[in-house]
């Protein structure tokens, strides 16, 4: 059963507040989100790409900027101080407090502490709704889930106290109708594995709606003629059969990656030098379908 | 790598996720067994099929023989490392008594904490090489460590435990009546806004583990000093896995920025699945008909723009990394599970 009502990337993505993206690391995770941002922003949407790594992340402000995405790094003891001065009216003068060696470990130890923090802060731009949609481009899968776990664990563990009550707020946000979670893999054996697992974690969780799963750097549909006439030169006839085996062998995974409660969509591998071009390219081929 | 390798015991194989680590460090391993030399392989979570060719398949103990054809002695051995049970094991070691580890393990935020901690996977990782080091019985030492899109957060594992296992921090959540300073002062007010964030429950409940850390800190920092000399020393050499693309290529300069500010020398870099070259154009004329032509031109453009594309952060690497040694390794069109395929790679890398 497919969460989804219809097939058309642009026409469930319109409709969405929040589009959570996340897989396997090296699949080209963060490509897809930027696209995903684009491909929006191309059709009058106002979007908020976020991104958060709980390693200090590689990043590239300078293309999202030429992309004309407004983009926002989460990182957790600012989004802890912001949380603190705000809601709990935490007087300004105790600003020496956050920058306290021991807080910041503790920020960094505490079990799911950074985690929820992060998540509120995509409920707090949620809530106040000044974009129409956020893309969150989430750590790879393991983190991932951690980041899912870590505010329901807080709700259900502890039965007082106001990172309690805005764990509820945050669970609510997750399972929402408007709000998505896209995955994004390689159309390979083991990424498809790891993502099948992902899904049965998170369906695990609660009531997620599954949106979209991304095959990326698929081989592209050309066509290998049937015969491979003999008179070709040999490493043109190994060219060709190689192509022809990797497209078998990436049908035979489409055939698994569609048993999923998601719906499958291909990717092509483009073959441009620049990151800007590779996700202009992405976000124009989301557009077409 | 030339012959430079001999010299090197230790084998740390590095880099962002998704680059064939894990295959590399097998391979290695499995070559260097081969070759005669007794070697364990490190890893932290191998992808299950290659963990059934290196004979993980049922594994009960951390440490595992793996059965090469043609070696009666076994050679080769295989460590899967379990973050949790080897925090475990660390804390019994620090612990200054009986009381005290098993105060610490019945805890249950402490076990929510290793799995939250970030870097815990790559402290274990470095406290298992240290101990792999002082076991003469191993020639070589494979380390395939976790995926890190940084250097820092493999180094920097086990400072940052250290610095949280520091005396001072740990005397912070104690409610020892230390004299009135503004230090104090502060904490005071970071104590109740973290009470008043998570509820007193939760606050009370971390506050003991870490009352029950106190002594330990001694054990954490002698220990981190020990594994940055170890990474520093001769004996040891790092290889950087990557592929080439703006993002990899982007990835490794930081990667290998941040180890020669750490003193850490880059002791060969490895790039993975490089498309293989194939003529641009059909040179001979045969007869093919206009549409088959067509379509096999088209494959030909295909795989050429890739390998071109390639090329071009093939060799934005090699003029990067100067005089460093440079191994390429040719994609494969299978999944690689079996040590017969292994230790073809380790040759090549080897050689």
Redesign the interface.
């Known amino acids: 059963m497919k969460h989804l009502n219809s097939q058309s990337f642009l026409e469930d993505s319109l409709k969405r507040k929040v589009i959570f993206l996340t897989g396997?690391?090296?699949?080209g995770k963060t490509a897809v989100a930027w696209a995903t941002a684009l491909a929006l922003s191309r059709n009058k949407r106002k979007v908020r790409l976020i991104s958060w790594?709980?390693?200090?992340?590689?990043s590239e402000p300078t293309t999202l900027k030429s992309l004309g995405i407004t983009w926002h790094q989460l990182e957790a003891a600012a989004c802890f101080k912001e949380y603190?001065l705000k809601t709990?009216k935490?007087e300004k003068f105790?600003d020496?407090?956050f920058e306290?060696?021991?807080?910041k470990?503790?920020i960094?130890?505490?079990?799911?502490l950074?985690?929820t923090v992060i998540a509120g802060k995509v409920w707090d731009l949620f809530d106040r709704g000044e974009q129409d949609t956020l893309v969150v481009d989430l750590p790879?899968t393991g983190h991932a889930l951690?980041f899912f776990k870590?505010p329901m664990g807080i709700e259900k563990?502890?039965?007082?106290?106001?990172?309690?009550r805005q764990a509820g707020n945050i669970c609510d946000m997750f399972v929402d109708p408007y709000t998505r979670v896209d995955i994004v893999t390689l159309p390979?054996?083991?990424p498809l594995?790891e993502s099948g697992q992902f899904v049965e974690h998170l369906m695990g969780l609660g009531k997620f709606h599954l949106g979209f799963l991304w095959l990326n750097q698929c081989t592209?549909d050309?066509?290998?003629?049937d015969k491979i006439?003999s008179?070709?030169?040999k490493?043109?006839r190994?060219?060709?059969e190689?192509?022809r085996?990797?497209l078998e062998?990436e049908a035979k995974n489409l055939v698994e990656a569609k048993k999923m409660p998601l719906v499958v969509k291909k990717i092509p591998?483009f073959?441009?030098?620049?990151?800007k071009e590779t996700i202009e390219q992405i976000a124009a081929h989301m557009e077409e379908k | 790598m030339t012959e430079a390798w001999k010299e090197k015991r230790i084998f740390l194989v590095g880099g962002?996720?998704?680059?064939g680590k894990t295959t590399i460090a097998a391979a290695l391993g499995t070559q260097l067994a081969l070759q005669g030399y007794r070697t364990v392989v490190l890893t932290v979570d191998p992808?299950?099929?290659l963990a059934q060719a290196l004979g993980f398949e049922n594994f009960t103990n951390d440490l595992q023989p793996v059965n090469l054809k043609g070696i009666k002695e076994p050679k080769l051995f295989a460590s899967m490392l379990d973050t949790q049970r080897y925090f475990d094991k660390v804390i019994s070691r620090f612990a200054n008594s009986e009381t005290q580890r098993d105060k610490i393990l019945n805890n249950r935020?402490y076990r929510?904490?290793v799995?939250?901690?970030?870097g815990s996977h790559e402290y274990a990782a470095m406290e298992r090489l240290l101990e792999f080091t002082k076991d003469n019985s191993f020639d070589k030492i494979v380390v395939d460590t976790p995926?890190?899109?940084?250097a820092?957060?493999l180094l920097n594992a086990p400072q940052?435990l250290a610095?949280?296992m520091d005396n001072?921090?740990l005397r912070?959540f104690q409610s020892s009546n230390t004299p009135f300073s503004l230090f104090r002062q502060?904490?005071k007010?970071?104590m109740k806004?973290?009470e008043?964030?998570?509820?007193?429950?939760?606050f009370r409940a971390?506050a003991q583990v870490m009352d029950d850390l106190e002594g330990m800190h001694t054990g954490f920092r002698d220990r981190n000093l020990e594994v940055i000399q170890l990474l520093k020393s001769k004996a040891t050499g790092f290889f950087l896995v990557s592929y080439p693309s703006?993002?990899r290529f982007?990835?490794s300069s930081?990667f290998s920025r941040v180890l020669k500010e750490k003193g850490i020398p880059l002791a060969g870099v490895i790039l993975n699945r490089l498309e293989?070259k194939?003529?641009k154009e059909?040179?001979?004329t045969?007869?093919?008909s206009e549409e088959?032509r067509e379509?096999?031109q088209?494959?030909?453009d295909?795989?050429y723009?890739?390998a071109?594309?390639q090329q071009?952060?093939l060799s934005r690497f090699e003029t990067s990394i100067g005089k460093t040694p440079l191994k390429c390794l040719e994609k494969r069109?299978e999944?690689i599970h079996d040590l017969e395929t292994l230790s073809q790679i380790g040759e090549i890398l080897l050689s």
Not at chain 2, 196 to 202: A, P, V
């Open positions: 396997k690391g090296g699949v790594s709980p390693f200090e992340s590689f603190a709990l935490f105790f020496a407090v306290n060696r021991v807080l470990a503790f960094e130890v505490a079990p799911g950074s985690e790879a951690s870590s563990m502890f039965a007082t106290g106001f990172v309690h390979e054996e083991m594995v592209p050309l066509k290998v003629p006439p008179t070709l030169d490493s043109i190994e060219c060709l190689d192509h085996f990797r062998r591998k073959s441009s030098e620049a990151v | 962002p996720g998704g680059v992808a299950k099929r935020l929510i904490m799995e939250s901690l970030g995926p890190s899109q940084n820092l957060d940052k610095d949280f001072s921090v912070w502060g904490t007010m970071a806004l973290l008043k964030l998570f509820g007193s429950d939760f971390l703006e993002v982007n990835e930081d293989k194939f003529p059909i040179t001979k045969s007869d093919l088959s379509q096999i088209k494959i030909l295909y795989r723009s890739l071109t594309q071009y952060w069109s999944e």
